[in-house]
């Protein structure tokens, strides 16, 4: 499944958004409220692969230059593990493009999808090589690089205790808080943020025709907010951050790039994922990464070969 130009943009800034996040909310490098949440990051993970029967997650991605918008990308995912089947629905919006919608539904046998400007259903008949949990959920901590990546996030951490709250809830949870002012960002973490913003923002978002300026130098972080609600289970129920940041072009102009990222994990044991009827519908088929049994038999070509300047067989 190739990923499209938005969404490879979400994903890169989800990325820099955990390191920002996990960096920011800390008790952090040896402190109690670091480890709580990394523990329930790493708990609720774990459950999400194979403990919850059903759940929902919902995640939101929105990047803003200077109280414009340049993209917001929405995603709504329903997931069943015993079944191994799960539904998607994506809305992306980027500075002046319309608003456009992706449906997918996902099992064992069969990827479906639909666009929101076109009538068809696109079936993909999978072949049973890719496994059965080829798109359901996968806990990131299990892959080989995540030990290390988990290294250098702590090496970033720094001495950030006194700037977060976390704080026992009446229902048995915990609710994790604190914001960094300009002041009070460690210097390595502006510099690898500064790199970050220059690198991908840049890369990203620049064009001709949205006249989208270049950052290119005193990029720094502005502020920092964020909080995290833990239910009485262990699990990491929702995450808000937003993070500020200011830079200069070539003009010496100053534009403040503001990044929000939700996540929040619902309908705990309550979502279903219903494969869709397409009965009546306009349908369009084909195999995934090889050929399903309906398509064993014998096959013959000619062989071509380039001569003078022509093809022959």
């Known amino acids: 499944m190739k990923l499209g130009k938005m969404t490879m943009t979400a994903l890169a800034f989800a990325v820099g958004a955990c390191v920002f996040v996990t960096t920011a909310f800390a008790d952090m490098a040896l402190g109690s409220g670091y480890d709580r949440l990394k523990g329930a990051i790493k708990h609720t993970a774990e459950q999400m692969e194979e403990e919850l029967d059903n759940y929902t997650v919902e995640i939101l991605l929105e990047v803003k230059m200077d109280d414009e918008t340049l993209m917001q990308e929405t995603t709504v995912n329903k997931y069943d593990t015993k079944k191994k089947a799960m539904e998607d629905v994506n809305v992306s919006k980027g500075l002046g493009r319309e608003t456009h919608t992706r449906w997918s539904y996902f099992d064992p046998e069969v990827y479906i999808y639909k666009y929101d400007n076109d009538d068809k259903y696109y079936v993909v008949e999978r072949n049973h090589d890719l496994g059965d949990d080829a798109y359901v959920f996968n806990n990131p901590f299990e892959d080989e690089w995540s030990e290390d990546?988990?290294?250098?996030?702590?090496?970033?951490?720094?001495?950030?205790?006194?700037?977060?709250?976390?704080?026992?809830?009446?229902?048995?949870?915990?609710?994790?808080?604190?914001?960094?002012?300009?002041?009070?960002?460690?210097?390595?973490?502006?510099?690898?943020?500064?790199?970050?913003?220059?690198?991908?923002?840049?890369?990203?978002?620049?064009?001709?025709?949205?006249?989208?300026?270049?950052?290119?130098?005193?990029?720094?972080?502005?502020?920092?907010?964020?909080?995290?609600?833990?239910?009485?289970?262990?699990?990491?129920?929702?995450?808000?951050?937003?993070?500020?940041?200011?830079?200069?072009?070539?003009?010496?102009?100053?534009?403040?790039?503001?990044?929000?990222?939700?996540?929040?994990?619902?309908?705990?044991?309550?979502?279903?994922?219903?494969?869709?009827?397409?009965?009546?519908?306009?349908?369009?088929?084909?195999?995934?990464?090889?050929?399903?049994?309906?398509?064993?038999?014998?096959?013959?070509?000619?062989?071509?070969?380039?001569?003078?300047g022509s093809y022959e067989k």
């Open 149 to 308: 990546v988990e290294k250098i996030i702590d090496a970033l951490v720094g001495n950030l205790k006194e700037y977060v709250q976390v704080e026992d809830t009446a229902d048995g949870g915990r609710l994790y808080s604190g914001s960094l002012s300009q002041m009070q960002v460690p210097t390595l973490f502006n510099a690898v943020s500064s790199f970050y913003i220059k690198l991908i923002f840049n890369e990203q978002f620049w064009s001709k025709d949205t006249k989208v300026p270049l950052l290119k130098k005193d990029v720094f972080v502005q502020k920092i907010t964020g909080s995290a609600v833990e239910d009485e289970n262990g699990l990491l129920r929702s995450l808000v951050g937003e993070f500020v940041f200011s830079g200069k072009d070539d003009n010496d102009d100053t534009h403040q790039v503001t990044l929000n990222i939700a996540f929040k994990l619902t309908d705990v044991g309550n979502t279903k994922v219903v494969k869709p009827d397409l009965a009546g519908k306009t349908v369009e088929f084909s195999a995934a990464n090889g050929f399903t049994e309906k398509y064993v038999g014998t096959y013959k070509n000619s062989i071509v070969i380039e001569k003078d």
